[in-house]
């Protein structure tokens, strides 16, 4: 293994790492709000901090090649954040010599802009790591009004503690789009589960149109669009036609029991919607170019998601992995995450798998998004071959958290 393999494993290890543990900020990080970008709660609150407004929160780190993770503030953890001799650096309790510097993604462009509404740009979209621009359509999920909410979710009571409004115009989502859109490779559509589901469905293509109008691009842009299958399927074909290149429809659970438990909405919906729904899409998206998310937790086993990986796999559709961590105002806000072993044994497989099925490389070069703008998961970096069953040794995870298993 050479220095530039070693050192794009040991950053998704840290990726994974500060996922998990989150970090203890020690030095205050300079310039954020003004030259590094920070936090905008309006859809999912990711931090446990009551103290201080969410605007003073740096929103990233970054190591090495751009390897982008959402940064967890925790006093607790294991992981500290330092400045030396003018740069920040990721430390272990474990270790004595810093593990590696970090940066912080830059604020971007539309941050300072207002549409002509008067509405701050930044409450209509906000950027993922550097590449990629999210628009919330529902910053509030039907499901909280019916007790069926998803145990890990917070969406709604993060959108009514910010006062963001809950729906964007589109006409600003439009001036949004024109005014920085070019500078973005991914538009990732998601949000709450509508009371209605064909209505959700023509949103995102009202919407979807709109950002193709305002790119003024002639082939298809970079999706995902996160949305709830349609009671009519028949809808997916004019969400087709909006040039998105990606969707997916996110069951987030395999095993039907804990389903059942944990996402009682979305165990109403039905594994055998989702997958009609999937299969549906692939004929118009095209093999790989359809996704199943899965959320990995506790309440699965390793080798659970996987037979839900392979199942997807099988029918031509891609599936992406993001790591449970807690989130305040979730009923789950105190369940731990798995262990990190457990994780990278499952992403390594995961990885393996997604080779072995033909789904990378492919033509974005990503898993939705990129290992830039995918912050909360590692399969980016997993499929890419940054960590392997043949490159990985315990030995690494001791220099960052001790060789923990808990």
């Known amino acids: ?135 919330a359509v529902d910053k509030q999920c039907h499901y909280f009004t019916n007790g069926t909410a ?68 002639k082939e298809k842009y970079g999706g995902p669009f996160s949305l709830t299958a349609p009671e009519d399927l028949n809808l997916l074909e004019g969400l087709n036609q909006t040039d998105v290149d990606v969707i997916s429809f996110n069951m987030d659970v395999w095993d039907l029991d804990a389903l059942r438990e944990i996402c009682p909405g979305k165990f109403k919906i039905g594994r055998e919607k989702y997958v009609e729904a999937l299969l549906v899409a692939k004929e118009l998206w095209g093999r790989g170019n359809v996704a199943m998310q899965f959320i990995v937790g506790p309440w699965e086993s390793n080798e659970s998601y996987l037979e839900g990986i392979r199942f997807f796999l099988e029918k031509g559709i891609l599936v992406n992995l993001t790591t449970f961590a807690p989130s305040p105002n979730s009923p789950f806000r105190y369940k731990k995450s798995k262990s990190l072993t457990e994780l990278i044994d499952l992403y390594v497989e995961y990885g393996e798998l997604i080779r072995l099925y033909e789904f990378f490389p492919n033509e974005r070069n990503s898993v939705l998004t990129s290992y830039v703008s995918n912050r909360s998961s590692i399969s980016n970096e997993s499929a890419r071959g940054f960590i392997t069953k043949e490159n990985f040794d315990f030995e690494d995870l001791e220099k960052v958290v001790g060789g923990l298993n808990e």
Not at 199 to 216: F, H, M, P, R, V
């Open 1 to 135: 293994m050479d220095g530039n393999d070693q050192q794009l494993k040991m950053a998704t290890i840290y990726k994974l790492a500060t996922r998990v543990y989150g970090v203890n900020v020690i030095d205050p990080i300079e310039g954020v709000g003004e030259t590094v970008k920070e936090d905008v709660e309006g859809l999912y609150r990711i931090n446990p901090l009551k103290d201080g407004p969410a605007h003073l929160r740096a929103n990233e780190l970054v190591f090495y090649m751009g390897i982008t993770t959402k940064l967890v503030y925790n006093p607790k953890s294991p992981l500290s954040l330092r400045r030396l001799d003018g740069k920040y650096w990721l430390f272990s309790q474990f270790n004595d010599e810093p593990l590696t510097d970090v940066r912080f993604t830059k604020r971007p462009y539309h941050y300072n802009l207002t549409t002509t509404s008067g509405t701050p740009m930044m409450e209509v979209g906000q950027a993922m790591g550097a590449d990629c621009l999210a628009i």
């Open 150 to 217: 998803c145990k890990y979710c917070n969406i709604t009571p993060t959108n009514i503690t910010s006062g963001i409004p809950r729906f964007s115009r589109l006409e600003d989502i439009g001036e949004l789009v024109k005014a920085t859109g070019r500078k973005f490779r991914f538009f990732d559509l998601t949000g709450g589960t509508f009371d209605d589901t064909n209505a959700e469905c023509k949103t995102y293509t009202l919407i979807g149109n709109t950002i193709k109008a305002n790119l003024d691009k």
